[in-house]
Antibody
Framework: QVQLVQSGAEVKKPGASVKVSCKAS????????IQWVRQAPGQGLEWMGW????????NYAQKFQGRVTMTRDTSISTAYVELSGLKSDDTAVYYC??????????????WGQGTTVTVSS | SYELTQSPALSVSPGQTAIITCSGH??????AYWYQQKPGQSPVMVIY???KRPSGIPERFSGSNSGNTATLTISGTQGMDEADYYC?????????FGGGTKLTV
């Protein structure tokens, strides 16, 4: 079945970096963009950006530019998001989700299980 | 930047119709998507391209989008529908989410 499986929870100190992975299975990895969305405790969904696994093209939300890096390894059907300069308000659940982009942009039809990132001294 | 606005909360009794709205400038010119999120779970798409239901989503979920407002309607609301609901649209090549509506049944 189609699924996105994310790496496990992380605890980081302020100023550090974190890298979360998202492994795709059950479909052709390069056919769908991978989006990254985070959710702080008790808050709504916040879009971080996307990566096109086929070309490596990326688009980051303005808020995260300069601090986020999205990459992929097509040989293992895995996407990554790395966030640097962590602050306490980066504490959140980080989700990956896939989006079909054919003619136009579509919605996020499959989501990963989420990765909890806690930033604490 | 483009913004989507949702009412924070809605309460309905079981069996009633829940209407959740999402407002944005000329939102009807874009496609609207809706996601349901229950506590401790990942979001699930319940409506795509304004009014289409993904496989496995009950028929009581429906959507519309016109003018500046997209609407998610849940007919015959059940206790299992209690969740947060988020609308989403694309602005150029950027994703925009609404702030979410907490539905209490």
């Amino acid at each position: 079945q189609v699924q996105l499986v994310q790496s496990g929870a992380e605890v980081k100190k302020p100023g550090a970096s974190v890298k979360v992975s998202c492994k795709a299975s059950g479909y052709t990895f390069s056919d769908y963009y991978i989006q990254w969305v985070r959710q702080a405790p008790g808050q709504g969904l916040e879009w971080m950006g996307w990566i096109n696994p086929n070309s490596g093209g990326i688009n980051y939300a303005q808020k995260f530019q300069g601090r986020v890096t999205m990459t992929r390894d097509t040989s293992i059907s895995t996407a990554y998001v790395e966030l640097s300069g962590l602050k306490s308000d980066d504490t959140a659940v980080y989700y990956c989700a896939r989006t079909l982009v054919v003619v136009k942009y579509h919605g996020m039809d499959v989501w990963g299980q989420g990765t909890t990132v806690t930033v604490s001294s | 930047s483009y913004e989507l606005t949702q009412s924070p909360a809605l309460s309905v009794s079981p069996g009633q119709t829940a209407i959740i709205t999402c407002s944005g400038h000329k939102l009807g010119d874009k496609n609207a998507y809706w996601y349901q999120q229950k506590p401790g779970q990942s979001p699930v798409m319940v409506i795509y391209e304004d009014m289409k239901r993904p496989s496995g989503i009950p028929e009581r979920f429906s959507g519309s989008n016109s003018g500046n407002t997209a609407t998610l309607t849940i007919s015959g609301t059940q206790g299992m529908d209690e969740a947060d609901y988020y609308c989403q649209a694309w602005d150029s090549n950027t994703v925009v989410f609404g702030g979410g509506t907490k539905l209490t049944v």
